[in-house]
């Protein structure tokens, strides 16, 4: 692009700043958490690991280079839950790692004492009213973008029987949290409360993290939260004796349906580029003379026309950085000033 | 937390050029891309929801359907910004939601100019003179600049030259999106392939680079070194304009039209082209094409030299890296907080002996290292595959990279 002068903007007057918020909507139905992809609990969609520690949720068969990576689920429980040193207990230190892990990750610790705090089924984080059982639902990046949209979350378990998980749901909402309020900042961000339609606290979401907190209280009266060739047991006796996989089966074959916005900061930087009358009424395009002759002009008196396409924005060293196309190109004489709004999102 | 500051050398900015390959073969109307295979899905009849030999542009709508497993969708809000959404009405009201659709897709489209430059008419009804209106073909006319510009490179992108005149001339336009090659196409690597019943019966290249497709195969062919079109690197358009026959038989290449000998012009039927069986013929099923290039990738790299030096990054502010069981408040009251300045660093340096303890030494494990702006507005976190261990007397340089 010849440029043979360049028009200096003006910090003050000729730049500004905007931001957008652009969201999506995300619906996971319980369709394709199980049973969609093979027989339950061992569908394609499912990835397992040898350390047994999460359970990865893929939106097709994770061999296949289509599959997206949706969430991961886990479990765990505070040390200092009746559940632990109970009887029979399996991966214990694994099952407390993982919780201390999350709530170390999303809420620090304690003042002075330097202990971990524990998450808590409200939103004062005053070390009242312990959430001390959690199943964690970790989604994606790719799902949450920058971050969940506050009040847009809905979670619907099923609290039937085994055999018929959804003959009766709970839909955890975050009902109360929204852009100005209802929620807590903390180490991981912003978090909300989810309640059921009875108004109990039965989790929490974590905004910015991508991450929600389900208590067990969701599903405390149930006998058989799980139930397998050797009998039926409860939530409970899931956190003790099941594996972390086992724990994560029981909870995906009861999840009907998980929904939220997510949401993208888009920024935009927009320069305004003024052209005045009586510059750029010429152009350096070769078709322009025609015989040495600007062709637009049949006497030396008229004025002269030029069409603008192209505005090039360039550094202070002039390297060229950007080029902003007009969809149709615009005339310009020196009758006519014009500014040129050129937009740019990042 | 100190922050230190990175000196003149140790920040170097480079650009990765990536050349990234993309091949299309089209038959029976399908294109496949990048011989990927058709994959079903449990809810919709592809898994990635787009055509054969589309590309989609989010790829998050994998094996998506109405109703049972919907689609993610965009949306926003009408706001003061000026952002919009395809369909957005400049009569909505503040604080509408715009939504968009996903999957947004892409693919190569072959369009067949039988005579490029033609024109529509119209018949003056006060004087019943006929009159040339709108071009038949105006992705020809929109071209024609930027083919005359590339002149200067070869004689065969003209329009108007000692080769012929484009506007009179059959064009087979195959036009490639710039998902599939970023900047421009790689000079040098394209290649258009002809089968018919499964043979080879042509090959362009463009060996010089400057564009020219050249037929360079098999050896021995009609029209072997000839040009049979020119490449638009930049703008990802490749025509074609060689009618030799390629073969002595005759096959169905073109909707509505009877039987033609397999030549250039006919390159590609099927690509989003309204050739099928249907239009032209059960013998289009003879016919099979293929297109492979390397697109032109600049990937900005930026390399950071953080150096952790001896005597600095010396303590770490995880709680255990203090002995357990002090206590961190000296003193406090209403006038004063005093911490306890003599609070013992647990001692993990290694023995080399079984139940000795070795003698205290100072050191820390890095396990991440943060990138701040001027601002000091924490903008990135580099994190170590495995903590590096960094005693008092060491030097330790992190290369960070970071790919734009």
């Given at each position: 692009m010849a440029?043979?002068?360049?028009?200096?903007?003006?910090?003050?007057?000729?730049?500004?700043?905007?931001?957008?918020?652009?969201?999506?909507?995300?619906?996971?139905?319980?369709?394709?958490?199980?049973?969609?992809?093979?027989?339950?609990?061992?569908?394609?969609?499912?990835?397992?690991?040898?350390?047994?520690q999460f359970q990865s949720v893929y939106d097709y068969p994770y061999l296949s280079s289509s599959a997206n990576h949706i969430f991961d689920i886990s479990i765990g429980y505070d040390e200092a839950s009746p559940l632990s040193g109970s009887p029979g207990v399996t991966l214990e230190a694994k099952k407390i790692n993982m919780y201390n892990q999350f709530s170390q990750v999303l809420l620090g610790y304690t003042g002075s004492t330097n202990t971990v705090r524990k998450f808590e089924l409200d939103l004062t984080l005053d070390e009242v009213g312990a959430m001390q059982e959690s199943f964690f639902l970790n989604f994606s990046r790719l799902i949450t973008k920058d971050q969940i949209k506050k009040g847009s979350v809905s979670i619907t378990l099923g609290t039937g029987?085994?055999?018929?998980?959804?003959?009766?749901?709970?839909?955890?909402?975050?009902?109360?949290?929204?852009?100005?309020?209802?929620?807590?900042?903390?180490?991981?961000?912003?978090?909300?409360?989810?309640?059921?339609?009875?108004?109990?606290?039965?989790?929490?979401?974590?905004?910015?993290?991508?991450?929600?907190?389900?208590?067990?209280?969701?599903?405390?009266?149930?006998?058989?939260?799980?139930?397998?060739?050797?009998?039926t047991k409860s939530v409970a006796q899931v956190f003790v004796s099941s594996s972390i996989t086992g724990a994560c089966d029981a909870l995906r074959h009861r999840v009907q349906n998980i929904s939220f916005n997510n949401t993208t900061e888009i920024n935009s930087t927009i320069y305004f580029c003024?052209?005045?009358?009586?510059?750029?009424?010429?152009?350096?395009?070769?078709?322009?003379?025609?015989?040495?002759?600007?062709?637009?002009?049949?006497v030396a008196t008229d004025t002269p026309v030029a069409y603008i396409t192209t505005i090039g924005l360039y550094s202070s060293q002039n390297e060229l950085l950007a080029v902003a196309k007009l969809s149709e190109p615009l005339r310009k004489d020196p009758t006519n000033e014009i500014t040129l709004r050129v937009r740019l999102d990042y | 937390?100190?922050?230190?500051?990175?000196?003149?050398?140790?920040?170097?900015?480079?650009?990765?050029?990536?050349?990234?390959?993309?091949?299309?073969?089209?038959?029976?109307s399908n294109i496949y891309y990048n011989d990927k295979p058709s994959q079903s899905g449990a809810f919709s009849a592809q898994a990635d929801n787009v055509p054969s030999g589309h590309i989609s542009l989010h790829e998050i709508n994998t094996d998506r359907a109405d109703g049972t497993n919907p689609f993610i969708y965009p949306f926003t809000y009408k706001q003061s910004s000026g952002f919009a959404l395809s369909g957005s009405k400049t009569t909505d009201a503040y604080g509408t939601v715009i939504s968009g659709s996903y999957p947004l897709?892409?693919?190569?489209?072959?369009?067949?100019?039988?005579?490029?430059?033609?024109?529509?008419?119209?018949?003056?009804?006060?004087?019943?003179?006929?009159?040339?209106?709108?071009?038949?073909?105006?992705?020809?006319y929109a071209l024609k600049n930027r083919l005359n510009f590339y002149g200067a490179i070869s004689e065969h992108y003209k329009v108007s030259s000692s080769y012929g005149d484009k506007a009179n001339q059959t064009i087979n336009?195959?036009?490639?999106?710039?998902?599939?090659?970023?900047?421009?196409?790689?000079?040098?690597?394209?290649?258009?392939?002809?089968?018919?019943?499964?043979?080879?019966?042509?090959?362009?290249?463009?060996?010089?680079?400057?564009?020219?497709?050249?037929?360079?195969?098999?050896?021995?062919?009609?029209?072997?070194?000839s040009v049979a079109g020119v490449v638009l690197y930049n703008e990802g358009f490749i025509l074609l304009t060689g009618s030799w026959a390629l073969s002595s038989q005759t096959i169905s290449l073109e909707a509505g039209a009877g039987p033609k000998n397999p030549s250039w012009i006919y390159w590609g039927a099927g690509a989003h082209d309204n050739v099928s069986t249907s239009t032209a013929g059960a013998s289009y099923l003879t016919a099979s094409s293929r297109l492979s290039f390397e697109g032109t990738n600049d990937i900005q790299v930026m390399t950071m030299f953080a150096h952790a030096r001896r005597g600095e990054v010396n303590y770490s502010n995880n709680p255990t890296y203090i002995e357990y069981n002090q206590s961190l408040v000296e003193q406090t009251s209403s006038q004063i907080y005093l911490e306890n300045n003599s609070r013992r660093i647990y001692n993990f340096a290694s023995s080399s002996?079984?139940?000795?303890?070795?003698?205290?030494?100072?050191?820390?494990?890095?396990?991440?290292?943060?990138?701040?702006?001027?601002?000091?507005?924490?903008?990135?976190?580099?994190?170590?595959?495995?903590?590096?261990r960094k005693k008092e007397d060491e030097d330790l340089t992190f290369k960070l990279k970071l790919d734009i």
């Open positions: 440029v043979t002068n360049y028009e200096i903007l003006d910090l003050t007057q000729d730049v500004t700043t905007t931001r957008t918020l652009l969201h999506e909507s995300i619906p996971l139905t319980g369709t394709i958490i199980s049973g969609t992809y093979g027989t339950f609990p061992s569908e394609d969609n499912i990835k397992n690991y040898t350390h047994g029987s085994w055999a018929t998980p959804f003959a009766g749901t709970k839909v955890l909402t975050d009902v109360s949290a929204s852009d100005t309020g209802g929620t807590t900042n903390t180490f991981g961000g912003d978090y909300g409360l989810l309640y059921s339609s009875d108004n109990v606290v039965r989790g929490l979401v974590f905004y910015q993290a991508g991450i929600a907190v389900l208590s067990t209280s969701s599903f405390d009266v149930m006998t058989d939260f799980l139930s397998e060739s050797a009998g003024r052209v005045p009358h009586n510059k750029y009424n010429h152009s350096s395009n070769p078709t322009y003379l025609s015989a040495s002759t600007i062709r637009v002009k049949n | 937390m100190s922050l230190k500051k990175f000196g003149e050398n140790d920040i170097i900015l480079n650009t990765m050029r990536t050349y990234p390959k993309s091949e299309f073969f089209i038959f029976d897709s892409a693919s190569i489209t072959r369009e067949f100019m039988a005579t490029a430059g033609q024109r529509n008419t119209a018949t003056n009804p006060d004087t019943g003179l006929t009159f040339q209106t709108t071009p038949v073909y105006p992705h020809f336009l195959t036009s490639i999106p710039s998902i599939f090659y970023g900047q421009k196409i790689n000079p040098g690597s394209v290649r258009l392939d002809w089968y018919f019943t499964g043979s080879l019966i042509g090959t362009l290249e463009d060996t010089k680079q400057n564009g020219e497709l050249i037929q360079t195969g098999p050896v021995g062919s009609t029209g072997s070194g002996y079984t139940d000795y303890s070795a003698s205290f030494e100072r050191q820390v494990y890095v396990s991440r290292v943060a990138i701040y702006d001027d601002k000091q507005n924490l903008i990135g976190v580099a994190t170590l595959s495995n903590p590096v």
